[in-house]
């Protein structure tokens, strides 16, 4: 029986309740070195929802595996279905204040990294240089055969000359890019192999299931083991790829400050967990810090 990835958390101890100091993030980014880890909830207010807080994709939509999406053809024509539907939507979305503060933090030598859990580019769009991608990037797409890389964009036109008048109205946009349709919307959608070898093409991105690179994840211990601190925004660490390296930093004595706004599973090795709006939280901290607000960054 095939054992499904950790899509949920539920607390089994008392955490303590959510701050609305925001000194020690302030403190704390103000002596430097500070890595950020963000996560889904950094991007809702771009209009990309997260998996698991209030209005949550989860609650509506269980994100395809990569188990599943190596399994059967079928199921890779209902991905990339509502891949390409939910492409066109991600296209659309722009970097929010949140993403700019951390651009800004950036930019006045106040970190040392940033680790994004997100696929959705804001980060580097928002002025961010040098940021890890956990787990990928939709921007790319991956041979499964022969290893050819590719811009999505590029896919993106060969689907549209596959799938003439495909125009579904999709229910939601999770955020894995992934559109809610139904089979009667996916129809007989027609996915397109690669055009160097003919093999299997997959979102250059690090599905449910599936393994971050191992040179990824010693990259990113490494920036954890460089930095002063570790700032988590918008994460609710519920999956090992990310919560690992709260672990690492809470063992080598690095204070870890948590902004989100439910509680995580990584509550017990913060000294902190701020319970307000991303976009407000690091607005306001930039301006203590005396660091022009994000709108005019």
């Known amino acids: 029986m ?104 950036a930019r006045h030598g106040l970190l040392s990294g940033v680790i994004t859990q997100n696929v959705d580019g804001l980060h580097q769009a928002a002025g961010s240089e040098d940021v890890v991608e956990l787990h990928g990037s939709l921007d790319r797409v991956v041979c499964l055969s022969c290893g050819a890389l590719s811009p999505r964009r590029e896919l993106a036109r060969r689907l549209e000359e596959a799938n003439a008048g495909f125009e579904p109205v999709a229910a939601g946009i999770n955020p894995d890019g992934d559109a809610d349709l139904t089979d009667e919307q996916v129809g007989d959608f027609r996915a397109v192999p690669c055009a160097v070898c003919g093999g299997v093409l997959k979102p250059d991105v690090v599905f449910f299931g599936e393994a971050v690179p191992p040179r990824r994840v010693e990259h990113c211990r490494e920036l954890v083991h460089e930095a002063a601190s570790l700032l988590v925004l918008g994460s609710s660490l519920t999956v090992m790829s990310g919560l690992r390296f709260v672990r690492q930093a809470a063992r080598a004595g690095k204070p870890v400050l948590i902004v989100n706004l439910d509680p995580t599973r990584g509550d017990r090795h913060a000294v902190t967990r701020v319970a307000l709006p991303l976009g407000t939280a690091l607005t306001a901290v930039a301006g203590r810090l005396g660091i022009p607000g994000p709108a005019g960054v």
């Open 2 to 105: 095939r054992m499904r990835p950790t899509l949920s958390w539920t607390p089994t101890e008392d955490l303590p309740p959510g701050s609305t100091d925001l000194e020690p993030v302030a403190e704390a980014l103000s002596t430097g070195g500070v890595l950020v880890l963000s996560g889904a909830g950094l991007s809702t207010e771009s209009g990309i929802p997260d998996y698991r807080g209030e209005g949550g994709s989860l609650n509506r939509h269980t994100p395809m595996t990569y188990q599943d999406f190596t399994a059967t053809a079928q199921a890779r024509r209902r991905y990339w279905a509502r891949s390409h539907l939910g492409w066109r939507a991600f296209g659309r979305a722009r970097p929010n204040a949140g993403h700019r503060a951390v651009a800004a933090f």
